[in-house]
């Protein structure tokens, strides 16, 4: 039996395997998959990796975004980083079929922990692997996250064995899966696992106190504790670099009062803005119960575009405001989705096949595996509740303001993927149970058949025969929308409110009939589901299939059928192109073959419409070798980072910048009611333009940037001779709009003590940048009376050291967000370099536990050869 499972496990992973790559299969002739994330990466990261080709030296910090932040979550590569390459081996397939072959495998390990059988392992990775949402992140180019959920199952697996006393494998497969799933660097998600074995540590600690087995649950935790340090140990430098970071950016501590009263953490509104609405989490089950993702197929708005051209011949085109406004209406953006959330990419849907058979499972899964389905069903149930955010705002409230660490992560719709790992696994469970389980009655499965079974049919007959009235198909949005139109209506063209009301009107019920219709083809395509898996049940309790195989595999089948139908919506051929265009997304030129596939897919008319902001900005770069930065006003400034990709950006694209900087965005780039109140305007924007070195400005349009030279900024840096000295740090970031921060440096008074006296104005004394590399920036001086050196550089605590003529001196804080020195009469160079301690404590950390873990692998691996060989002595 042993060896057969054996046999059919590696053919199962050879079936994963190729199941991953047809699912991929544009890679096989030369395309790859093109991530939007991915695409911003590249630019973010362009400076560093060049340099690193050019150097072959590791750096940590890059000026390409944000005026400058550390590496540590753009790429940065640590030495002794041993984890990291053991992932690379078993991602061995073309992206993205590297994570979905992950998705298969690791939940398998995980089935055969459980069952013990390959047959049931099967279905279960098959139920988890084809979890729509999966599809929809790696579509984003979330690679980091559904790369940190596929070592969930593995992990658990390790976790699992230990509460089952094999402490040996258990042990190994622990610290072996925490360093993988803490090397996929995606902190919420590793977080969000976490809840969910919090979960099966309370049920496994009171199955111990009743059954009286408190040691080996002592023994059992205890080793995980150390299996886990161990896990840690391995990315030692990867979790000391990002604890670090995280302090200084906006999931960490701030003592700015004025733009938000929260001062640690990320504060309520923005942790709960993607919150899942209670009626969506029907999603699950039925994937366009809500119309699906906010930018719909065109083959779903077929009313809705019919209206429109019906519409066009009642209305008097003849008339300019109506003309006008038609053609605003019709080329407005226009959605299927109908949910609670600002927007969506997609539905978690989890298959119509695996939440039937996880509903069945809550009155068939007994006895022994009771506290297995107790954990599961209250792990998913917290997934939901936790998901519907401020929707649920007690829990939710209550979660963020006492519970350790739930502050720090945004997008709590994010939780639904706890529940994404929890059904499957009871789904599995639930289909062990029914075929293999003995002390369930044949009677008593019949039962749960036909009521547990035919309350869910009954209920998508119900939903797709009256669930046009049952629903709304509406939300404020729609609402906001045509009064928006009306108001508009009323004040330029009164006479014509009655004919716009109605045309309105008709346009939403025809929207409201395509949200009608997707939601009515989608709950049939979840009735046959359920109706064929229900049927096979049935079919094997009447003993018309004898053949458990056929049973298992069949269901397994109608899963993978049901998940690939749906997945094939946000994950298809179109999410790949030409691999010349995935190794380069920032084309300087049109090409054909651009000019061709940008006709046919909306990723390359994406990276085309660039080519002329591109090309602008390489003809900056080749003709400005000086250092400076751009501020991109043409694209989303500070949500993208093509402009990273050519030349330093004050914007860029990253989810944690530094809380200094991004304070500094909020107040002076805004534009915002609190900034207003505050009396900011466009001209103290200009001001954070010159203090950051923002020599160019490109604006215009994306067909014909124009560039325009800011010949106020200040430079690389400057000297100043006079302080405006504040309290605190709300008064800190006001004084920038209204100090002369040329001639001026804003520090606070606990600097005091730290700075001289003598500051004399005078016109002799020099600065200049001389030599640039990222992590290390040499100035050359003249320095004839003392001074303050202010820099056109992010502050930034930890790493950075100043040499002023081979003597070290202390960077201070200055003008809120840059780094000042202080400078004496006669100071001819300035180093400023960046050599963190968190990476060098943090290499010879992971170095250590590397041995510690290889010696323990050897150690297992000893103990199990030798126990095997005793019983064959035996």
């Not at 309370?202 to 009743?210: D, H, P, T, V």
Request: glycine share 6%; net charge neutral.
């Amino acid at each position: 039996m042993k060896n057969k499972n054996l046999i059919f496990s590696a053919v199962a992973i050879v079936v994963f395997a190729i199941l991953a790559i047809v699912y991929c299969a544009p890679v096989l002739s030369e395309n790859s998959i093109i991530q939007p994330d991915i695409v911003n990466y590249k630019g973010s990261a362009e400076e560093m990796h060049k340099f690193q080709e050019q150097t072959g030296e590791n750096i940590y910090w890059s000026n390409a975004m944000f005026g400058g932040m550390p590496t540590y979550q753009t790429g940065a590569r640590y030495d002794n980083d041993l984890i990291k390459s053991i992932d690379r081996v078993i991602r061995f397939l073309p992206r993205p079929a590297d994570y979905i072959f992950l998705l298969f495998s690791g939940f398998f390990i995980l089935g055969m922990v459980l069952f013990k059988n390959w047959k049931y392992a099967l279905a279960g990775s098959v139920f988890f692997a084809m979890g729509a949402y999966f599809y929809i992140i790696i579509g984003a180019g979330h690679n980091a996250k559904v790369h940190a959920i596929a070592y969930f199952a593995p992990l658990v697996a390790g976790i699992l064995l230990l509460y089952q006393r094999k402490f040996i494998l258990g042990f190994i497969l622990t610290a072996l899966f925490m360093g993988l799933e803490l090397s996929a660097n995606h902190p919420q998600m590793t977080y969000y696992l976490f809840l969910v074995m919090l979960v099966y540590f309370i049920f496994e600690l009171i199955q111990a106190i009743q059954s009286k087995e408190i040691k080996p649950f002592a023994i059992s935790t205890g080793l995980l504790v150390v299996a886990c340090l161990i896990g840690v140990g391995l990315n030692s430098t990867k979790l000391l670099t990002t604890y670090e970071y995280s302090q200084e950016t906006i999931r960490g501590n701030s003592n700015l009062t004025i733009l938000q009263d929260k001062q640690k953490g990320l504060d309520h509104d923005y942790i709960t803005h993607w919150s899942y609405g209670k009626l969506e989490t029907f999603n699950l089950f039925i994937p366009d119960f809500m119309g699906g993702a906010s930018q719909p197929r065109e083959e779903n708005l077929k009313n809705y575009i019919a209206e429109l051209q019906k519409q066009q011949y009642i209305l008097n085109l003849e008339d300019e405001f109506n003309a006008q406004a038609f053609d605003y209406l019709a080329s407005s953006p226009v959605s299927t989705y109908w949910g609670d959330q600002p927007g969506t990419s997609g539905p978690a849907y989890q298959g119509a096949v695996v939440v039937f058979l996880f509903f069945l499972g809550l009155f068939l899964v007994r006895n022994n595996w009771s506290r297995y389905k107790w954990w599961l069903l209250a792990a998913t149930v917290l997934s939901i509740v936790l998901a519907w955010g401020k929707n649920f705002a007690g829990l939710t409230n209550f979660m963020i303001d006492y519970f350790p660490f739930y502050d720090k992560f945004r997008a709590v719709s994010s939780m639904l993927v706890m529940a994404e790992f929890t059904m499957p696994l009871l789904a599995a469970l639930t289909l062990y149970v029914f075929i293999k389980d003995e002390s369930l009655t044949e009677e008593y499965k019949k039962k749960i058949l036909m009521y547990a079974g035919g309350g869910v049919v009954a209920l998508l007959v119900i939903f797709y025969l009256f669930g046009g009235s049952l629903f709304s198909f509406s939300n404020e949005f729609d609402i906001a929308s045509k009064q928006q139109y009306l108001e508009l209506v009323k004040e330029y063209n009164p006479q014509a409110y009655g004919t716009w009301d109605t045309l309105l009107n008709n346009v939403k019920n025809a929207l409201r009939q395509d949200r009608i219709d997707m939601f009515k083809a989608d709950t049939l395509r979840t009735l046959i589901f359920v109706l064929l898996t229900l049927a096979l049940l049935f079919l094997y309790h009447l003993k018309k299939i004898k053949n458990a195989m056929v049973v298992v595999l069949g269901i397994a089948g109608l899963a993978l059928i049901d998940g690939w139908q749906v997945d094939k919506r946000y994950l298809n051929d179109e999410n790949f192109v030409d691999k010349m265009f995935v190794d380069n997304p920032f084309p300087t030129q049109f090409s054909p073959k651009l000019m061709e596939g940008a006709r046919e897919n909306h990723h390359l008319a994406g990276i085309a419409q660039k080519v002329p902001f591109n090309k602008t900005l390489d003809s900056l770069k080749s003709a400005d070798k000086s250092q400076f930065r751009v501020f991109d006003n043409i694209f989303s400034t500070f949500n993208d980072a093509t402009t990273s990709y050519f030349v330093n950006s004050i914007g860029g694209y990253h989810g944690a910048k530094l809380h200094n900087y991004q304070d500094v965005i909020d107040l002076y780039f805004s534009g915002s009611e609190k900034s207003k109140q505050l009396g900011i305007s466009q001209v103290h924007t200009q001001k954070i333009l010159n203090l950051l070195n923002t020599k160019y400005i490109i604006h215009g349009n994306p067909s014909s940037p124009m560039v325009q030279q800011n010949n106020d900024a200040y430079g690389n840096a400057w000297l100043v001779s006079d302080v405006k000295w504040v309290q605190n740090e709300d008064e800190e970031i006001l004084a920038l709009k209204d100090v002369d921060l040329r001639r001026t440096v804003v520090l606070e008074t606990k600097l005091n003590n730290q700075i001289g006296k003598g500051f004399v104005p005078e016109s002799g004394s020099t600065i200049e940048l001389v030599n640039y590399q990222p992590n290390r920036l040499t100035y050359k001086t003249n320095i004839v009376s003392p001074k303050i050196a202010v820099f056109s550089e992010i502050y930034y605590p930890h790493g950075w050291k100043v040499k002023v003529d081979g003597k070290e001196r202390e960077i201070l804080k200055a003008n809120y967000f840059l780094r000042a020195v202080q400078l004496e009469q006669g100071d001819k160079e300035i180093v400023m370099e960046f050599d963190p301690q968190s990476v060098k404590t943090g290499n010879k950390m992971t170095l250590a536990f590397n041995v510690i873990f290889i010696l323990i692998v050897l150690g297992g691996g000893y103990f199990w050869w030798k126990k095997r060989k005793e019983e064959n002595i035996d």
